[in-house]
């Protein structure tokens, strides 16, 4: 037994640990959540017969095409099952921990670079960008690896071509890392000119700009285009409070879905963190200052809280930018680092300030398994096992998403109803034109019952109000976050 918690409590024991918990934490959520609409489009992008379909239809869209690539390669590979799909995903969100683990070797005690890979294991954040079918993961992987790598660069001299590779793969993955890269090239910057790593200045300004060429066929082709095509961002809200709510929800998102009781524990344990990353932040300043090595702390500050900082701001001035959770999911690594660093405070208060990186650490492992189990996401597949399980191929079904009129309709439908209903008729399903009215309307006097698969509907519009006209009869559940279904049938 003294054996196994030695190994346990060793370097790579802790690292394995936590890993595996990180690992599990990730593959029940993927297990139990359903793929989501954006999920769909990632897909979408992924089916495209060739490559210049492929960046043709792109260009509608929002985003840089690496994310949709990797997606591309794993279907190739192992077909379209939700494993499949979400594979690149939950390979960087891994990749993301494996890097930070690197980066929490400079910190100043073991106990911190512990505290730092057990939030990462533990963000509800991380958890839902790692079973996903979308860029975020990867966002965050970039991040993690270009800290690193600056790191690496100032501090040692060396691992120049990290920094050339890790801003190409941001680059190249979604727009958010270009605040990202402006915090980390700015502190860097500073670093260079006012400290003592002007040996590495030409390594680093080689390979942001080796990073620049290889990135510049998509910024001068692809990007022009996606910027004049007007299609509004996943998230516009960017009041005050959301910035601060967006580093709360780095590591505790979605504290309702645990219930009244504990969603009090979380967004106290939230707030008790949030004090805990300033201090944090302090902390590290003063150790750069004693070390005479001030990277770590410019660095790891920047893309925690500058980065964030810089995306508001930014949605502030042109809400186009947009402002999401999940666009934030650069600064998850480098949060869990500066919180972490708590774990090496000394002096007046030190036992106070452990226990309570202790307590928040336990209050988001106790929130991360509920959300693990139900994100409380769109639930496209209950609501077509809800459907399927009522209707029969004498019926008819509806299915539509407030979406991007380019996106074709009914993707969740197409892709989970031939999966979830075993062989068996599927009911027919209705389209609708683009001014969200049913193509055909006359057509439901053909049949007794209608099923409808929604989101984000606004009831105003054409699709409910014929049905409630043609049947009286209306059921509806929900399922998930903006997933509705809905029975209709006659007397």
Known sequence: MKGILARITSGTGSFLFLLGLALALRLANAAWGSLKLDD???????????????????????????????????????????????????????????LLWRIGARLACPPARIAAAFLLAVSALHIEISSDVRMYALLALASAGLLEGLLACLEEGRGAWRIALWTAVGLHTHY????????????????????????????????????????????????PVQLQHGLAPGGTNAAFG????????LVFLNVSVAGPGLRWVGLGASGLMLVLALLGAVGLLRQGRTSGRPALAWLCISAALVGPTLAWVAAQLRPRSGFDWRYLAGAVPAFCLVVAAEACASGALARLRHATLLAVGISALVLALPNARDPGGEDYR?????????????????????????????????????????????????DYAGDLTLETPDELDRYQRVFCCLRNWRIKYGILATLRERFPREEIQAFGYSVYAHEFARP
Do not use: M
Not at 189 to 201: E, K
Not at 242 to 247: D, S, V
């Open 242 to 249: 959301r910035l601060f709510e967006g580093f709360k929800n």
């Open 176 to 223: 958010h890392f270009l605040y990202t890269l402006a915090a980390l090239g700015s502190a860097s910057l500073l670093l260079l000119t006012r400290h003592c790593y002007r040996r590495a200045a030409w390594s680093c300004l080689g390979a942001f700009a080796l990073a620049g060429l290889a990135s510049a066929p998509w910024y001068l082709t692809g990007f």
């Open 40 to 98: 769909f489009h990632s897909l979408h992008h992924a089916r495209a017969p060739d490559l210049h379909t492929f960046f043709e239809v792109l260009r509608q869209d929002n985003h840089p095409p690496l994310s949709f690539l990797l997606v591309r390669a794993a279907r190739s590979l192992f077909g379209e099952g939700p494993w499949a799909l979400r594979l690149p995903s939950l390979l960087a969100g891994l990749g993301a921990f494996a």
């Open 382 to 430: 209950g609501a077509i096992e809800w459907i399927l399980a009522r209707a029969s191929d004498a019926d008819a079904v509806v299915v539509a998403d407030w979406q991007p009129l380019f996106f074709p309709h009914a993707l969740a439908w197409e892709y989970y109803a031939p999966r979830l209903a075993h062989g068996h008729p599927l009911p027919r399903r209705l």
